[in-house]
């Protein structure tokens, strides 16, 4: 079809995730049609510099060839294999084996989902199994954080808390809860990370309390904040949480669906802090978009009750017609292979040089806050530094944003209408860096006339 075509039955036919069907069908679809490395050629033959990884998973970039081999080989011999009834197939073995090996302390048993929505929803699942079993069936209340991001799937979304995931879906539900975000810009008192870290603990401590100790079930958190504005907290904040977990007796369940493969540096991000989650949620970094696929890494001590806890013969009731598919597995381990092989070192130094050029940029007058952590970033536009003022909303800025890097030739991340996501692929060079934070830069610039 062309672009005229495309664009009639993108239109007349296909619901987009998370949009504003009005806004869509008046502007219209970008068309992708080919990628390579970190750049994307649209529909138009106009050549882009993918800022944002797709959506935060392309982390080895476009076109690797090892991977598209290792899907080919596998869709050859076998495109499916259910893992019910006792079945399994070799892709799928060796990949929960790799991952179990690479994983935090004892999680050591992965169950793989179709993404990280549905990761979430399992380990969910899995809390109520695991409370059952060991004979707290009470235990079901689950807190997360304001900003919190996790899934749009119906349970996700309540856990979720951004509003346009609530309206009129009748969520949050009445066991999930929230707490502050740890965001140190936009922080009320002085910021510093020791208040910020202290008062967290403060507030889980307080939730917990107010709902019951023996009522609550689990605490979820993403080590950085991805949707809800790439919100890095303090250093040493995922530690405390994780000890006070603990100390509360509580699970403490790390989302890393955007943060893990390398995005901000190690293969996970609590190796950072050696925080040990008893739950962990991963997807997109781990066949970097190549093929659907998410996982719930689980602690050896809640996959032991739950299976010792269960009759024999009695199914754990959870489960779906396409996990451990084998050729999404079979392109996880060629992406693994990528990681080893030099793709984290590249994506360390490429990070690296991201956060000096953006700590640059901050003395622009419109950049209130960056924040980076490895090959994550996220960039705070105020209209007045002085005071943190954010942007007037009438000013729409995300679209004007989104039109202006498009036209620029970089795609990003516009959350709200003051904060701009970076999430380039791990394969990126100092260069290509550096074009995305020169171009950005004069996005940013541009918007000086019209800022108030």
Same mark, same amino acid.
């Given at each position: ?192 990370? $020791? ?13 917990? $309390? ?45 989302? $890393? ?13 609590? $190796? ?50 396409? !996990?451990?598919?084998?050729? !999404? ?124």
């Amino acid at each position: 079809m062309n672009t005229e075509t495309l664009l009639r039955t993108d239109r007349d036919h296909l619901i987009h995730p998370v949009s504003s069907w009005k806004d869509h069908e008046a502007a219209g679809a970008r068309i992708l049609r080919s990628g390579k490395g970190a750049w994307v050629t649209d529909s138009e033959g106009r050549d882009l510099l993918d800022g944002f990884s797709g959506l935060w998973c392309v982390n080895v970039g476009y076109g690797c060839q090892s991977v598209v081999d290792a899907a080919t080989e596998q869709m050859s011999r076998l495109p499916y294999a259910t893992g019910y009834f006792g079945f399994a197939n070799e892709a799928a073995i060796a990949l929960a084996g790799r991952l179990a090996a690479k994983a935090p302390g004892d999680l050591n048993r992965v169950f793989f989902s179709q993404g990280g929505s549905d990761a979430v929803d399992s380990a969910l699942r899995f809390i109520r199994f695991y409370q059952h079993a060991r004979g707290t069936p009470q235990k079901r209340h689950v807190i997360g954080l304001s900003r919190g991001y996790h899934g749009s799937t119906y349970t996700g979304a309540g856990l979720t808390a951004l509003s346009v995931f609530h309206r009129d879906a009748d969520v949050p539900l009445a066991w999930q809860h929230h707490i502050p975000s740890p965001y140190p810009y936009r922080h009320a008192g002085d910021g510093q990370p $020791e208040t910020i870290i202290a008062e967290s603990v403060a507030s889980l401590r307080r939730k917990v $309390e107010e709902l019951g100790a023996d009522q609550v079930a689990a605490f979820f958190c993403e080590p950085i904040q991805g949707s809800g504005g790439v919100i890095v907290p303090p250093a040493g904040w995922l530690a405390a949480m994780r000890h006070t977990c603990t100390e509360l007796g509580i699970l403490f369940v790390a989302d $890393e669906v955007i943060t893990g493969f390398g995005r901000t540096g190690p293969l996970f991000a609590c $190796e950072t802090e050696q925080v040990v989650p008893d739950m962990m949620t991963v997807a997109k970094g781990l066949t970097a978009g190549y093929a659907p696929m998410g996982a719930v890494f689980m602690s050896d001590a809640i996959y032991t009750t739950i299976r010792d806890n269960t009759p024999a013969g009695v199914p754990i009731g959870h489960g779906m017609t396409y !996990s451990a598919h084998p050729v !999404s597995a079979a392109i996880g381990l060629a992406v693994l292979d990528l990681y080893e092989g030099g793709m984290l070192e590249n994506g360390r130094r490429a990070g690296a040089h991201l956060a000096e050029r953006l700590r640059a940029m901050a003395d622009h007058p419109l950049i209130g806050d960056v924040r980076v952590s490895g090959l994550l970033a996220g960039i705070e536009l105020v209209a007045d530094k002085a005071t943190k003022r954010k942007p007037a909303a009438d000013l729409q800025l995300a679209s004007t944003l989104s039109r202006a890097g498009y036209e620029a030739g970089i795609l990003f991340r516009a959350f709200g209408d003051d904060i701009i996501g970076l999430a380039p692929p791990l394969c990126c060079s100092t260069a290509e860096i550096d074009l995305l934070c020169d171009r950005l830069y004069r996005v940013i610039d541009d918007l000086r006339p019209t800022m108030r």
